[in-house]
């Protein structure tokens, strides 16, 4: 395992206890942020803005520096427009998001400790991607 | 279901922008954890490698243990029947890869770097999930 691998293990470590000291991993909490007409839930709310601080301190700070510490180059991308894709892509998300209460980070963070329905929640997410990215862009 | 707890939420969520911002100033990357399953499935052939990608997305899971220890067992309560946790599976797998991002990669730092592409997402992924679930619970009544 490489220097790089060790430390992006430790981010993702340090991502998945983030989400699971904020509840984020709990379906049900997520769904009662997004339930607006019922006992409305703000942690998500809270999460996010907790998490935006931090983020946008790095992605300023990155006009300050040449390159990332251990790696040659910055992948950040282009600015692009806004288009169908993206937008129906969102929403589509979004749609399976309220269904569940899952979205990715959160279902893969709650693997080892949510029992069966996360497994069938996180098989169903891959073969999305799979058909997305093996059939529907292969067919386009 | 405990009580909201705006303590935990905040705490969590600076650990989530610290390792958002770590992806970021260590190894120049986006912290999405769509996009990083896709290049960790081999699925996409992005600018992180495949190692790197699969790290990340282990470090997940193996993190998301460690509050059980220290804490209590954080609850996750699955109300959704399997039938629409598989379509909502579905649904969210496809839809992040052809909107390219989630809540991590679009919410968090897309939007942290103002890109209008990762906010228009957000509000639209947002969006649809409010109007999902109104039309679940209080136009269907389904006890989600």
């Not at chain 1, 984020?24 to 942690?43: E, K, N, Q, S």
């Not at chain 1, 949510?114 to 067919?139: C, S």
């Not at chain 2, 990669?105 to 228009?120: K, Q, T």
Request: hydrophobic letters at 60%; charged letters at 10%.
């Amino acid at each position: 395992m490489t220097v790089r691998m060790f430390v992006a293990l430790a981010i993702g470590a340090l991502f998945g206890a983030g989400l699971a000291l904020s509840a984020m991993i709990d379906p049900a909490r997520v769904l009662g942020f997004l339930d607006l007409a019922g006992r409305w839930d703000p942690t998500l709310a809270f999460v996010m803005g907790g998490a935006l601080v931090p983020s946008f301190i790095a992605y300023r700070w990155l006009r300050a520096i040449d390159k990332p510490a251990l790696a040659d180059d910055f992948a950040v991308p282009e600015t692009a427009p806004i288009d169908r894709r993206l937008i129906v892509g969102a929403v589509m998300f979004g749609v399976g998001w309220g269904l569940v209460g899952f979205c990715p980070g959160p279902a893969l963070a709650a693997l080892l400790i949510g029992g069966w329905p996360v497994l069938v929640f996180v098989a169903a997410l891959v073969v999305g991607m799979i058909v997305h990215d093996r059939m529907w862009v292969r067919a386009a | 279901m405990a009580e909201f707890n705006a303590l935990t939420a905040l705490a969590g969520g600076l650990m989530i922008g610290i390792a958002a911002g770590a992806m970021l100033l260590l190894l120049g990357r986006i912290a999405g954890v769509s996009g990083m399953s896709a290049q960790a499935l081999g699925l996409s052939r992005g600018a992180t490698s495949r190692g790197i990608a699969a790290a990340f997305i282990i470090g997940l899971p193996l993190g998301a243990t460690l509050p059980t220890m220290v804490i209590k067992a954080p609850a996750i309560t699955v109300t959704t029947s399997v039938p629409l946790l598989i379509a909502g599976g579905l649904l969210v797998g496809f839809g992040t890869r052809l909107g390219n991002g989630c809540t991590s990669g679009h919410g968090v730092c897309g939007m942290a770097r103002l890109s209008r592409r990762s906010i228009a997402a957000t509000a639209s992924f947002m969006a649809a999930g409010f109007v999902t679930v109104f039309v679940l619970r209080h136009l269907l009544e389904m006890p989600l």
